[in-house]
């Protein structure tokens, strides 16, 4: 009695065809994964009917606009102890900690795309000398859990400055291992507790983690946190994501 | 002169609820129902308790169309919340019904009710118990709201979430508050349909009430007489 009437709407599935075909073009139905993905997919267009979903991510997208104007550049968010960081950090990712496929960190390199002005792709080692920045800070899933983690790594504006990026352009976008997708905002990029991590607690990343590389950023949900990073594009064009495209909200401020 | 005095005794006074806190009424009916039914879907993502809400009663098959449901309700419920509290001082109406409550009267109401000796004549009087009832679940619409504030953005609003203690607190203040506010609809709701005249003035605005005595001119004879 407290769930709006949501008839059981078969075209749903219709409708997102094109979706699913797509992801299957580009490889993803191949794992046991994807088929994770798949039957959330399918599984949202029949449990919800199309206008009311249509009706909430239309407000979903004004919420993402609201965001963008109380986001504070240079506020800084709380950070911790070191003696209070959570070892190992906490796993969370659309599979489970078994199936995460290991990436090989020496034949591994960061690829660079759009506008950026040197897109020479990065080796692991390259990174590596890079200068690095710790922040201890505070985890929170949408899920509702949080831990405190502590990262290390290139800064992000420092990086993207280094390479030439337009920093003037609307989007960083972030490509990872199985196709996985995961944008943020220029103004998140440039934060100063935004970081391309390469270690947690002082020690490189783990595999389930991200290694070699993965975004951290004080500001966004966990889920915008992209891991196992494999090219980063400087863009003004807006993609839907790995997690918008299922509905969760893009911008993910915190 | 003479016209004075026959507008002043014809009943020219408002309804009890005027049409607009009707409208308010209602719409903050179904966005507490849109934000608990969501909220509940997202607290069973990581439960705090040992348990977990049924499917049957929460709004979203996924956690997405949860979060989805919660972050659309809250702009009805906050603007108009704000919209409610902005007209019940304004207009005087939570002066007039809600104060004073002294401790004599809290008592008296007690008691009545535990003789069930309650009256439900007059409903333009609330008792004791029904103005701490009505005053405190505004105060806990207030405290959901800043809570929800804080787990929302913890980081943009750091100095409000502070306030709280850590991430967790925070969620477990929002959801004391849902459970006080879900008690509060429990006996609301029972107290109307046992008293249906009550749930129908807030359809059809219930009696006229006079302007200048808000304690009614329907139930109260010896105020009528000059």
């Not at chain 1, 992801?23 to 088929?35: K, W």
């Not at chain 1, 196992?228 to 299922?246: G, M």
């Not at chain 2, 020219?12 to 129902?33: E, Q, S």
């Not at chain 2, 409000?160 to 203690?165: E, I, K, P, Q, T």
Request: charged share 20%.
């Amino acid at each position: 009695m407290f769930r709006p009437t949501k008839p059981i709407d078969q075209s749903g599935l219709t409708e997102h065809r094109a979706l699913v075909e797509a992801i299957n073009r580009r490889g993803v139905l191949r794992g046991a994964v994807s088929l994770g993905a798949l039957t959330m997919l399918t599984g949202c267009d029949v449990s919800e009917n199309d206008s009311v979903q249509q009706a909430l991510r239309t407000v979903s997208a004004w919420n993402d606009r609201v965001q963008e104007a109380i986001f504070r550049p240079h506020h800084l968010a709380p950070t911790y102890r070191a003696s209070q960081v959570a070892k190992p950090p906490r796993f969370n990712a659309h599979f489970s900690i078994d199936e995460v496929k290991p990436i090989d960190g020496v034949s591994w390199q960061l690829e660079l795309a759009g506008r950026i002005a040197d897109k020479r792709s990065w080796t692991a080692q390259q990174l590596y000398q890079l200068p690095e920045q710790e922040i201890i800070i505070r985890h929170v899933c949408v899920e509702g859990w949080d831990y405190i983690g502590q990262w290390s790594g290139p800064n992000l504006r420092a990086f993207l400055e280094r390479v030439g990026a337009d920093l003037t352009a609307k989007y960083i976008y972030f490509i990872c291992n199985d196709d996985f997708t995961e944008s943020i905002d220029m103004a998140t990029a440039l934060h100063p507790q935004t970081i391309l991590a390469t270690k947690y607690a002082g020690d490189r990343l783990a595999d389930p983690f991200g290694y070699p590389l993965r975004l951290r950023t004080s500001t966004k949900l966990g889920y915008k946190n992209a891991k196992w990073i494999k090219a980063i594009e400087v863009t003004n064009d807006y993609r839907e994501t790995f997690w918008s495209k299922q509905g969760f909200n893009w911008f993910a401020g915190i | 002169m003479s016209t004075a005095t026959i507008e002043s005794s014809a009943p020219t006074g408002h309804r009890l609820h005027p049409v607009a806190l009707r409208i308010m009424h209602w719409i903050n009916a179904v966005a507490i129902f849109i934000m608990i039914g969501s909220g509940w879907k997202i607290y069973n993502d990581d439960a705090i308790f040992g348990f977990h809400f049924p499917d049957a009663v929460v709004i979203g098959k996924w956690a997405q169309y949860g979060l989805q449901w919660h972050f659309f309700g809250m702009w009805i419920f906050v603007l108009n919340g704000l919209a409610y509290l902005s007209y019940g001082i304004a207009s005087g109406r939570f002066r007039q019904k809600l104060f004073p409550i002294s401790l004599g009267e809290i008592l008296a109401t007690v008691g009545d009710a535990l003789r069930l000796r309650l009256s439900h004549d007059n409903l333009t009087h609330y008792n004791a118990v029904q103005k701490i009832l009505y005053l405190g679940v505004m105060l806990i619409g207030v405290l959901i709201v800043i809570s929800g504030l804080a787990l929302w953005k913890p980081v943009q609003f750091s100095e409000l979430a502070d306030l709280f203690g850590d991430f967790q607190t925070i969620r477990l203040v929002h959801f004391l508050c849902m459970s006080a506010i879900v008690a509060f609809i429990v006996v609301h709701v029972s107290l109307a349909l046992l008293v249906p005249k009550s749930l129908l003035a807030m359809v059809t605005g219930g009696p006229t009430v006079d302007e200048a005595k808000p304690r009614s001119t329907v139930a109260s004879p010896i105020e009528a007489t000059p």
